[in-house]
């Protein structure tokens, strides 16, 4: 075979940046969306904010407001009650000199009054209110802007939309936010052997486990995939097919058929019709994945996985997660670490995922343990595990304690 004029047996490393290259020459566009449906998504603008936050100074207690100076240093005081002042309700009239008005959380300050009691540590008395135990001066107020002044930056392009940032937008008045549209993912399983659970299984067919493990790992992503039918290993059918999606999606995702076996057509079609970014990575599970622009079979980018279910978990969240990431201009997630509970020997140099169960050590702190089932067709360790643990290329000797990345799932 001739010399490919594409990146191959390439580190991980050098996989992100081609990805990241990639994601950020097709990012996608934005759009506006209601806040009620923009959980989730990516933010495509910056958030300034123009009201400050509390807009008016109100009490952060149910109680009475009333004027410091009114109080009694050494015991008791009675207040005559004026009159009331109830979130969103009618303005009360102004606290004077020995007075106070009953007053809800959230509910504008009176003027004149300073400092809220808590009803707790009151009594009423007739029309009057006797203060048991003194508040500080300003206790139980909210000033006006200690939280967010107009002009302050709030939310940045880039972030994620947690429900916590749609609050703090809704806080300031805002019915719609920009965000990256997010990319339509069409997902293929391909190979003769599989069947669908539910159908009985003939001699030397397996189960399609790779359908939903895609499906759900795109959906916690917040994505909307569509899952197509099965591929058998036809080269014919395996065209047409990934031709109709290639123009119809942003990403077209496969698994299986990608290595270098007489069924696996992918490399050779997408080297014959698109334009092969890299194929293969320095990297275990994972190594046959290929990355390309679809050319003639459409404008989708294909990332193609390999057909082993563990595989296809490692690569899903080490290069299929990125690349989403960077096409809706995600910022950079953190890099979490965890301590390695057992001693781990890696018997080669490749980069590993290997699979790990979380869990808090002695002092609480997050620990990972191996799990040594590390051959990628072995499915249950991936469910028995809840993380990737990231083991560097180069480095075969990992004692126990220490500090490994891991990607949770
Ligand atoms: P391949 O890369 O197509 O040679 O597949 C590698 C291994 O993964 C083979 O043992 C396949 O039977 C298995 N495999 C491929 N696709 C799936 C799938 N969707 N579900 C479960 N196993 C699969
Ligand atoms: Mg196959």
């Not at 933010?43 to 123009?50: K, W």
């Not at 504008?108 to 007739?126: C, F, H, Q, S, W």
């Not at 909307?224 to 999606?249: I, M, Q």
Request: proline content about 8%; glycine content about 10%; overall charge negative.
């Amino acid at each position: 075979m001739s010399q490919p004029d594409f990146p191959t047996r390439i580190a991980y490393t050098e996989a992100c940046t081609i990805l990241q290259r990639v994601a950020a020459e097709r990012r996608m566009p934005t759009q506006r969306l209601a806040l009620s449906r923009a959980h989730g998504h990516v933010l495509a603008e910056d958030v300034v904010a123009t009201l400050a936050i509390p807009s008016f100074d109100n009490a952060a207690m149910d109680g009475f407001a009333l004027g410091h100076a009114d109080l009694s240093a050494s015991g008791e005081t009675l207040l005559r009650l004026r009159g009331e002042q109830f979130a969103g309700g009618p303005l009360a009239s102004a606290v004077s000199q020995g007075e106070c008005v009953r007053i809800t959380t959230g509910a504008v300050l009176p003027d004149g009054a300073d400092t809220v009691v808590m009803k707790e540590n009151t009594r009423i008395e007739g029309e009057s209110v006797r203060v048991l135990q003194a508040p500080k001066p300003g206790q139980h107020v909210r000033r006006a802007g200690e939280d967010v002044r107009p002009g302050d930056a709030l939310l940045h392009a880039g972030d994620v939309l947690t429900p916590s940032r749609i609050a703090l937008a809704a806080s300031q008045g805002l019915p719609e936010l920009q965000v990256a549209r997010r990319p339509t993912v069409a997902v293929f399983a391909t190979g003769d052997e599989l069947v669908e659970p539910g159908i009985p299984l003939g001699h030397g067919q397996i189960y399609n486990s790779n359908r939903e493990q895609l499906m759900g790992l795109l959906r916690a992503d917040g994505m909307e995939p569509v899952a197509w039918p099965t591929l058998p290993d036809d080269p014919a059918r395996v065209e047409s097919a990934l031709r109709h999606a290639g123009e119809a999606f942003d990403l077209i995702l496969t698994c299986g058929g990608v290595s270098a076996g007489e069924k696996d057509h992918l490399p050779e079609l997408l080297q014959r019709r698109g334009k092969v970014h890299f194929w293969k990575t320095r990297m275990k599970p994972g190594m046959p994945a290929l990355f390309a622009d679809g050319g003639t079979l459409g404008p989708a980018l294909f990332l193609c996985l390999p057909g082993n279910p563990v595989s296809v978990l490692a690569t899903y969240l080490a290069l299929a997660r990125p690349l989403l990431d960077g096409l809706q201009g995600r910022a950079p997630r953190p890099a979490w670490r965890a301590r390695l509970a057992s001693p781990w020997h890696k018997a080669h140099e490749r980069l590993e995922f290997l699979r790990g169960r979380l869990s808090p050590g002695d002092d609480g702190a997050l620990m990972v343990e191996p799990n040594p089932a590390d051959g990628s067709h072995r499915m249950r360790a991936a469910a028995d595990s809840d993380a990737l643990i990231v083991l560097d290329e180069g480095t075969r000797e990992y004692p126990a304690g220490t500090a490994v990345t891991i990607l949770a799932y």
